[in-house]
């Protein structure tokens, strides 16, 4: 376990003491997808899902998980976000939306995981919004895509080089 920094001497789970690290910009950026119906796709494009804007409502869904990863991931710490952003791709031709989520700060963590989790809360949004119309949706391909800041440096996920 000398190489996991998340286990105290006993084995037992422990949050990482980043007191000693400097202060960097960081920044993280995540996408996935959620797919679904043709007739689906068009009512999103439409405005026709009756609980109502769907990415309108997926967007304030990601800002708002953003803020609560620290209480959902266990060992994340809360930190103090610099700036959100989501953006949506509707891709008829695939029956798909496509979800990416830029999170920034300033500060001795990273924000990856407040990515995956803007990605991952807006995909079930999504789903939620238009659940009544189409339950056989699927969210998959949540992934990071790239990271900045910090002592390990830039991280750029081969596919988005």
Do not use: W
């Amino acid at each position: 376990m000398d190489n996991l920094t998340h286990f105290n001497e006993a084995g037992r789970a422990k949050m990482v003491d980043v007191s000693e690290k400097d202060d960097t910009v960081r920044e993280a950026i995540a996408a996935g997808y959620i797919y679904m119906k043709a007739e689906t796709v068009a009512r999103i494009k439409e405005g026709r899902i009756k609980k109502g804007d769907v990415l309108a409502v997926a967007q304030i869904a990601g800002v708002m998980a953003v803020k609560q990863t620290g209480n959902l991931i266990p060992m994340c710490h809360p930190l103090l976000i610099s700036g959100v952003d989501l953006d949506f791709e509707i891709d008829s031709t695939k029956n798909r939306v496509e979800i990416k989520a830029k999170v920034r700060t300033t500060g001795k963590t990273g924000v990856e995981m407040e990515a995956l989790t803007a990605v991952s809360t807006a995909a079930l949004t999504i789903y939620d919004m238009c659940k009544a119309v189409d339950k056989d949706m699927t969210i998959t391909q949540v992934r990071l895509l790239q990271k900045t800041g910090g002592k390990s440096g830039t991280y750029i996920r081969e596919e988005s080089k």
